[in-house]
């Protein structure tokens, strides 16, 4: 019944405003935890919903543990999409992402790589940076599954939590930054590593060339991605629970409300609003329209604001600058 609620929402909305594509993710926790029969339900009723008004990708990020052959045939008959979050070779992603008993799970990780790798449902892997893991290895080891679009995440933490290798005296020294520039270069020198996008690398591109991106951790350009709960409510962004408790609750839900008044409520329309969200620290940075402040949950100040800059704005400076001054000499070094 939510499922079947939130596509008439959404259908209302693309026929509203001749809306030509939707994107679906079925995200985390972990999606795949329903089922195939329980899937397909939530697949079938989008579509059904959806398909006469707009055309609508459906896909699922799934850590990977519970991909089975069932799945994945489903998957395949279905079209649906199937992106892995992973971070990187068992001495990585077993001491990031323990099961409850402490036990590793890279082993269910990698059955589940195995049955993607070439497969037309790949989308990608998403990788949460570990700074105690050597970048290139890392970066290699998820390039061997082949997948399509690569990201490497920058982990969740703000002003009040710092992230891990960040301390308050080292707050402008671009550790994470550098783990970056180094994943860069490797994938930049390489033509086999540059054939997988790297979303973070390209974006950032794009906006040093003076085009738009899409992801909503880079860049000034309005965010076109709405979260909605398993029970049907709408939330600022899933993310945000990483800043504090109930960071995400917009006290709206898919039964009382359509999604132009969702945009309307005050903290969605500050994630559209560009650079009047930022703070004068950021208004004064000339990278600002290639950071965009950095990504909104990062941004979380002492005094519980999000205006300010991103807790990773060393780390971003330093890697955005890194890759211009790569750019300038590959220009540069081309025939006129």
């Known amino acids: ?9 959404i259908a209302a909305h693309a026929r509203a405003h001749e809306v030509p594509r939707v994107s679906i993710s079925l995200h985390g926790g972990e999606p795949l935890l329903a089922g195939v029969a329980r899937l397909s339900m939530y697949v079938r009723t989008l579509r059904e919903t959806l398909g006469a008004v707009t055309t609508v990708g459906i896909g699922a990020q799934s850590n990977g543990t519970v991909y089975t052959q069932e799945l994945h045939d489903w998957a395949v008959q279905t079209g649906v999409s199937i992106g892995i979050s992973t971070d990187g070779p068992a001495s990585t992603n077993d001491r990031r992402r323990p099961y409850a008993s402490g036990a590793g799970s890279s082993a269910q990780v990698e059955r589940a790589l195995v049955l993607l790798r070439g497969s037309p449902v790949f989308s990608g892997i998403l990788s949460v940076i570990d700074i105690e893991a050597d970048p290139v290895q890392t970066l290699c080891y998820l390039a061997q599954w082949e997948p399509p679009i690569l990201d490497f995440l920058l982990p969740h933490g703000n002003w009040r939590r710092r992230p891990a290798g960040r301390a308050a005296d080292t707050d402008g020294d671009p550790v994470y930054g ?33 085009r738009a991106g899409v992801l909503e951790t880079l860049g000034t350009e309005p965010v076109t991605l709405l979260t909605i709960g398993t029970d049907g409510a709408f939330e600022g962004v ?19 409300v359509s999604l132009d008044d969702v945009l309307r409520h005050p903290a969605v329309a500050a994630r559209q609003a560009g650079v009047g969200s930022l703070g004068d620290t950021c208004l004064r940075c000339p990278l600002v329209t290639v950071c965009g402040g950095g990504y909104l949950p990062h941004r979380l100040g002492l005094d519980g604001s999000f205006a300010h800059e991103s807790v990773y704005c060393a780390d971003l400076a330093h890697l955005i600058r890194h890759i211009a001054s790569v750019l300038r000499q590959h220009v540069d070094a081309r025939p006129a």
């Open 178 to 210: 550098r783990w970056l520039v180094a994943v860069f270069d490797a994938w930049w020198a390489s033509p086999s590593l540059s054939r997988i996008a790297i979303r973070t690398f390209e974006e950032i591109i794009l906006r040093l060339a003076g």
């Open 238 to 256: 899933d993310t945000l629970k990483s800043a504090f408790p109930g960071a995400q609750v917009l006290g709206l839900h898919s039964s009382d």
């Open 1 to 9: 019944e939510t499922v079947a609620l939130v596509a008439r929402r």
